[in-house]
């Protein structure tokens, strides 16, 4: 199984620079001039794939020898990086090679969009600078159009406070055999790392520990978060379709007009880019990033990418109960053109299972007893009127086996979309799975007062756990299974993780059950 996969994707490319190459020291710039004659390791960060087509995918890595310094330890000049894809794990059946410059601008980083490859198949990847490659990758490219895939295995997955504790939820999740992994926010926190590092014990340097707001902040916080060993493992076994929350900002973030702001947000969008498995064509533009997408599954599956921050209405963030300002009509959480793309794409879908991949809670979940009401205002619950408009759009037009995937809140919930939520009568439109953080919060526990609460006050909510993990799912035409997959802690990399709950959601069969 996996595990094996797993020990090679982590060891290979360290094997494969001293079999093939003799580890040669240095790393060439665009002009052929080798810089630093020293051993060093270019490829700390590991490698990605992303975004899946029946004939490419996006591959990543960046060159930072010294992740914790500026500009990585690297050269302020452009290098050259060699990339191949093979159909097997030692290269000896290379199909596709080039090379990209890695420019210092973009943090030396390194996005090919690979196209001409076959479509439903599974490749191997790696790159090279000067004597040195990079560990192997495994990806695989999406079905072709129209084509009948008998399952596909996803992984969906958000939430790694880095000093909340360590990753064996990716540990896991790399060695599961999974199609493609879905991360759905809150890569990176922004707020101070405490001296002691918090519960790793890792302190790091000064410069690195700040609240984010410049540039140079977020990358050098994306470079401590991308040395985790599990998080690269889990980038090297499948190809991630990512977006972003809050934390990649700052907590509970909106658009703000003042000046400070908007710099602070392009510096924000420009360090994610850079250090994502995205195309070029998602490169922000200041403040402007391109997020929202659509991506199929052959005839099995459409998965439609949302972006719940950056179009939405004010909104003081908290809990507490519904109110005029919640209720407004004009209020959105995802913009005008945003849930027009849903209605137009789902509408048109001719997919077994319409799938929203997306940030936060979209079914209330009202975690005061009794009669008071209080719930997450920076939820689709803090903007009912646009949920309202989504969701009913959605019934309107008939579409079948709605599923929306969701991270954010730090607890595992599964549960029914209706129509009317103040009606237990009224349809039922689509279900919801949340899976819980990776590591955000700590441990957490099985169940709490908080859990049992919203179980209790919600008739929709089906399933509610609040521990750490993931969730992984097999999709076939017949039936959509989730597994959720939690950690027994995170105060040790090397935790078991284990199924606690699996669920299951029936094709034309509204509602989820055990």
């Given amino acids: 199984m996996a595990a094996g996969r797993r020990r090679f994707l982590t060891g290979t490319g360290a094997a494969a620079a001293l079999a093939l190459s003799g580890g040669l020291a240095g790393v060439a710039t665009a002009d052929g001039r080798a810089r630093g004659r020293e051993r060093r390791d270019p490829f700390t960060l590991g490698v990605a794939s992303g975004d899946p087509l029946p004939d490419g995918v996006v591959l990543w890595t960046r060159l930072a020898p010294e992740p914790l310094e500026p500009y990585g330890g690297m050269p302020r000049s452009a290098v050259q990086v060699e990339w191949q894809v093979a159909e097997d794990e030692r290269f000896r059946r290379v199909v596709r090679a080039g090379s990209a410059t890695a420019r210092p601008e973009y943090s030396h980083t390194v996005h090919v969009d690979v196209?001409?490859?076959?479509?439903?198949?599974?490749?191997?990847?790696?790159?090279?600078?000067?004597?040195?490659l990079s560990p192997v990758g495994r990806t695989r490219t999406a079905p072709s159009p129209g084509t009948e895939v008998p399952?596909?295995?996803l992984a969906f997955a958000s939430c790694q406070n880095w000093t909340a504790g360590f990753y064996p939820?990716?540990?896991?999740?790399?060695?599961?055999?999974?199609?493609?992994?879905?991360?759905?926010?809150?890569?990176?926190?922004?707020?101070?790392?405490?001296?002691?590092?918090g519960a790793r014990g890792q302190q790091v340097p000064a410069e690195v520990g700040v609240d984010c707001v410049t540039l140079d902040d977020y990358r050098l916080r994306y470079a401590l978060y991308k040395q985790d060993p599990d998080l690269k493992a889990a980038h090297a076994a499948a190809p991630w379709v990512v977006t972003l929350d809050d934390h990649e900002v700052e907590n509970d973030w909106a658009p703000r007009d003042s000046a400070e702001w908007v710099v602070r947000q392009a510096n924000a969008f420009r360090a994610y880019w850079e250090h994502m498995p995205l195309r070029w064509d998602r490169l922000p533009q200041g403040p402007d990033l391109p997020l929202y997408r659509r991506l199929a599954f052959g005839r099995l599956a459409e998965f439609s990418v949302l972006d719940t921050r950056q179009y939405r209405s004010h909104a003081d963030g908290g809990w507490r109960a519904p109110d005029a300002d919640t209720l407004d009509p004009a209020r959105t959480l995802i913009g005008q053109a945003q849930e027009r793309w849903i209605l137009d794409g789902l509408g048109a879908s001719s997919a077994r299972w319409n799938v929203l991949a997306q940030q936060v809670l979209m079914m209330p979940t009202d975690a005061a007893a009794g009669a008071a009401q209080s719930v997450a205002m920076g939820t689709w619950s803090g903007y009912s009127a646009s949920r309202d408009r989504v969701l009913g759009g959605l019934h309107e037009r008939g579409v079948d086996n709605l599923v929306v995937l969701t991270g954010d809140v730090h607890a595992n919930f599964a549960?029914?979309?209706r129509?009317?939520?103040?009606?237990?009568?009224?349809?039922?439109?689509?279900?919801?799975?949340?899976?819980?953080s990776i590591s955000s919060d700590g441990d957490g526990a099985d169940a709490d007062d908080w859990t049992r609460t919203i179980l209790a006050e919600n008739p929709h909510v089906a399933y509610a756990n609040h521990e750490r993990g993931y969730v992984s799912c097999r999709i076939t035409p017949r039936e959509w299974t989730a597994h959720y997959r939690v950690a027994d802690t995170v105060t040790r990399r090397d935790a078991a993780v284990r199924t606690r709950k699996s669920l299951v959601i029936g094709n034309g069969v509204a509602g989820i059950r055990d």
């Fill in 115 to 132: 196209r001409g490859l076959r479509p439903w198949r599974h490749y191997h990847y790696r790159f090279r600078v000067g004597g040195q």
């Fill in 151 to 153: 399952a596909l295995d």
């Fill in 169 to 197: 939820a990716h540990g896991d999740l790399a060695a599961r055999d999974h199609d493609v992994v879905f991360f759905l926010g809150d890569y990176i926190y922004e707020n101070p790392i405490p001296v002691d590092g």
């Fill in 415 to 417: 549960g029914d979309l």
């Fill in 419 to 436: 129509r009317d939520f103040g009606d237990p009568s009224s349809p039922v439109v689509g279900s919801e799975l949340v899976c819980t």
